[in-house]
């Protein structure tokens, strides 16, 4: 499949991303964005910290770790503690004290995958505390107001998000409304001085539908597009087409934020694919549950396999866990009511995630994607032609082949 | 090791213990507190959190509770659970019991004691133990003992008696187990002294363990609520009198601001640091203030808030957590409180923790009332730091000859 050539935006658009190299076969590209509480090398994973915090690790530590950006969720701090309590603390960066870089959803996500009761309408997305029952109304104004309030340095569009499985017409009713959402976002933005607003592309698994929200929303004034609507329950197949025919039309020189993706092998396949940002809970939930990532998958530690094995997680990993401890005594660890254990484990993953994407980034620099992307599938699934179907096929819709 | 004495003021003793640790190099100034860890952790905190803390103590406690399931992985380790826990710079001390989770009693015969860990129960005999602390090899352990006269209501002068009786026989056996190994050598014995509350009967424990060749005694039975501790208090006092002034005396089960006063006046030296980690489990920040002399201005600031804080507290409910059972003390605030939601303030004004330079109680309410991880590690951080910032000043107090003052402060602040 060809590459389409990329549209540049028709606006002059705040220019937010620099592009430093790209891959002279596939699509991936290597690049520095510039953002109000500084600058983020991309490509990027960024950790998920729901609640205003990384879960059990501190800031100091997620900053030791090289970490530059990082997500807040807006549902969550929206009704805990609030955007008025939260803008009283000096928005979220003083009420958490990060030093650097934000990103808030819309809340969207939330309000449709976690109540039960939410009901979308043209208005926007009504539905009931879980922790009060009082009735909200969550429009793109009050999203927009309340990531406003929270003072984020990239901010999400409302979007009207279903689920990838969902077909018929609730799929295009869904693209349309975003489309629309989109632009009352952009009117609602108080801030757009200090806050970029990203727009999300919708179109589920439909491409003719995704191409009309691509076309329609690439016209309008924005810093950044992210591409939503995916890594729900839909095929590997039909993923990575709607990645590749998202990114073929998205403008080169603004970042593209991929949502929810986060397994090492989806990120180094759609960097290929030519993504710029990616978020996902996955490495920092898995931590919780006792499992570390390594280049050839994961080690579920509370198993007795590891009971007496003195290595670190991982050799080459320059982590404090790793340049600390060893399997064993995480074992151990994790066989307590110790919550420290889960905290070595948050802070090895969030530093594999963050090594693997500055490793990807390196190879772009120089020159030699094609070849990392070689021996990382190999390393992960023994041998290149191990890899899974779906990633095969991806890579060498962007010229790059395993064997 | 050797423990040399610089002034004994009122039967407090200030001091320091040289030549500690396997290289005979450490030293450790008393009175002190030991770092409180769970399975060779300290709780919430990793390697990178734990050294943000200023004051760290120079040794660490360890549970057998929590590490004597994983014996069979230390022996094949080989190379000791400093190691093993990534601890090697601390010295350690090996305790029987986990001095926040009581034990099930009845489990002592003449043979074994007894230690109940996450996996259940294990079972000592002073071969198994003594094979344990080999895979171990802590810089201290406590003997092998019978710690049970306390448990119940009332002890009997016999049940008392054989808690003494069987102590002596296990740290007989166990001293004899430590000379045939050239590993268990390098860690020190600390003796036990039991006999309930029995005043012939301890007498008797402190003599007899006092004539062998231990490193330290500790003395067991003397925890339980402050009611208890009260009229322990004058058997306590009897009891340090018969050891020798040259060696250590731990107390287990003591952590409480007040009732370490009372027990440095009676001759211990060092103390378990749980009380912080208690705190810390009910959502609870250490704010009591050991700065007994204040400038000025700041005494009248500090009095005010002292009188507004026990005032509360007199009308706050108890509070009781499923962990710890303790009820919240007058030492403490309580962050899960709406009063602290838009309190931009730090946990202790001037303090310098990690938690109290970067965060507010606003926010730790926050993480409180949101379920979040991050509450257990701030607040750990700040109420070890506190705590350990309160034994620095006991010694500042004792160099100067002040502990009559501190003393007066902290029973202000007592409930």
Request: glycine fraction near 8%.
């Amino acid at each position: 499949m060809a590459a389409a050539v990329s549209p540049t935006s028709l606006e002059s658009a705040p220019r937010i991303m620099r592009l430093v190299a790209e891959c002279s076969r596939s699509r991936a590209r290597a690049g520095e964005l510039r953002l109000p509480h500084g600058p983020v090398a991309t490509p990027v994973f960024m950790p998920v910290g729901t609640q205003a915090t990384m879960k059990g690790i501190t800031a100091e530590q997620l900053d030791a770790l090289g970490c530059r950006i990082c997500l807040g969720n807006t549902y969550h701090l929206g009704l805990r503690p609030g955007p008025e309590l939260i803008q009283k603390a000096h928005g979220l960066h003083g009420f958490m004290n990060w030093p650097h870089n934000l990103l808030t959803d819309s809340g969207g996500f939330q309000m449709v995958s976690l109540v039960s009761l939410s009901e979308v309408t043209e208005e926007g997305v009504r539905f009931r505390s879980p922790y009060d029952g009082d009735e909200t109304l969550l429009s793109p104004e009050k999203s927009v107001e309340i990531q406003n309030a929270l003072g984020s340095d990239i901010i999400m569009q409302l979007d009207d998000v279903v689920s990838s499985t969902v077909t018929g017409p609730r799929v295009e009713e869904a693209m349309y409304r975003s489309i629309r959402w989109l632009d009352r976002c952009i009117a609602a933005h108080q801030r757009p001085d200090k806050q970029n607003l990203f727009a999300i592309i919708q179109g589920g698994l439909d491409a003719d539908l995704r191409t009309t929200c691509l076309e329609e929303m690439t016209k309008r004034d924005v810093p950044g597009f992210a591409i939503g609507g995916l890594s729900g329950g839909e095929s590997k197949g039909q993923f990575w087409r709607m990645v590749a025919l998202s990114t073929s039309r998205l403008p080169k020189d603004k970042p593209r934020y991929l949502m929810g993706v986060g397994y090492a092998t989806d990120l180094v396949v759609c960097v290929a694919l030519g993504c710029d940002m990616f978020d996902c809970v996955f490495p920092t939930r898995t931590a919780r549950f006792g499992s570390a990532l390594v280049p050839t998958g994961n080690l579920q530690l509370k198993k007795k396999q590891y009971e007496k094995d003195f290595r670190p997680i991982d050799n080459d990993c320059a982590c404090p866990t790793c340049q600390k401890h060893s399997r064993a005594f995480l074992h151990a660890l994790l066989h307590s009511d110790n919550t420290a254990a889960l905290h070595h484990l948050t802070v090895h993953n969030i530093a594999y995630q963050l090594q693997l994407m500055s490793a990807v980034r390196a190879s772009i620099v120089e020159k030699r994607f094609p070849d990392f992307v070689r021996d990382f599938m190999g390393t992960m699934y023994g041998d290149p032609t191990l890899c899974p179907t779906w990633a095969t096929e991806a890579l060498a819709s962007v010229g790059i082949t395993l064997s | 090791m050797k423990l040399s004495l610089t002034k004994v003021v009122n039967g407090c003793r200030l001091g320091k213990i040289k030549n500690l640790g396997k290289a005979g190099d450490r030293t450790m100034d008393i009175p002190a507190c030991l770092l409180y860890t769970k399975t060779g952790s300290a709780p919430h905190l990793t390697h990178q959190t734990l050294h943000t803390i200023h004051g760290l103590p120079a040794m660490a406690q360890l549970t057998l509770s929590s590490l004597a399931e994983h014996h069979e992985v230390l022996a094949e380790y080989k190379e000791g659970i400093g190691k093993f826990i990534g601890m090697p710079e601390l010295l350690l001390y090996c305790s029987l019991h986990d001095p926040v989770s009581p034990c099930p009693a009845g489990y002592v015969t003449n043979k074994s004691v007894s230690v109940w860990g996450l996996g259940g129960r294990v079972e000592m005999t002073a071969s198994k133990f003594m094979a344990i602390q080999q895979a171990l090899q802590p810089d201290w352990f406590q003997c092998l003992s019978d710690g049970e006269a306390s448990c119940e209501e009332a002890t009997s002068i016999k049940r008392a008696r054989k808690s003494v009786d069987r102590s002596l026989l296990f740290l007989d056996n166990c001293l004899r187990l430590q000379e045939e190994s050239e590993v268990l050598q390098r860690s020190a014995i600390i003796g036990v002294i039991e006999g309930g509350d029995m005043m012939e009967e301890r007498l008797r424990s402190a003599r007899e363990t006092a004539k062998r060749p231990v490193g330290g005694f500790l003395l067991d039975g003397f925890q339980g609520n402050p009611a208890t501790l009260e009229t322990r208090l004058h058997l306590l006092s009897s009891v340090t009198a018969e050891l020798p002034e040259d060696k250590p005396r731990l107390i287990c089960g003591v952590s409480r601001p007040d009732e370490v006063l009372e027990c440095i006046e009676r001759g211990v030296d060092l103390f378990e640091s749980f009380f912080p980690y208690q705190v810390t489990e009910r959502g609870c920040a250490l704010t009591f203030s050991f700065d007994y002399q204040p400038n000025p201005e700041e005494t009248l600031l500090q009095q005010n808030g002292i009188q507004e804080e026990i005032k509360y507290v007199d009308q706050t409910k108890k509070i009781k957590t499923t962990s710890c059972n303790q009820e919240m003390t007058s030492f403490e605030i309580n962050l899960k409180e709406k009063k602290y939601q838009e309190d931009f303030d730090p946990l202790v004004r001037g303090c310098s923790c990690y938690c109290c330079k970067n965060h507010t109680r606003a926010y730790i309410h926050h993480l409180l009332v949101t379920n979040e991880l991050l509450a257990g590690v701030l607040l750990m951080m700040h109420n070890f730091e506190h705590y350990f910032g309160f034994f620095h000043s006991i010694r500042e107090a004792l160099k100067s000859d002040r502990l009559a003052q501190l003393k007066e402060l902290i029973r202000r602040q007592a409930s």
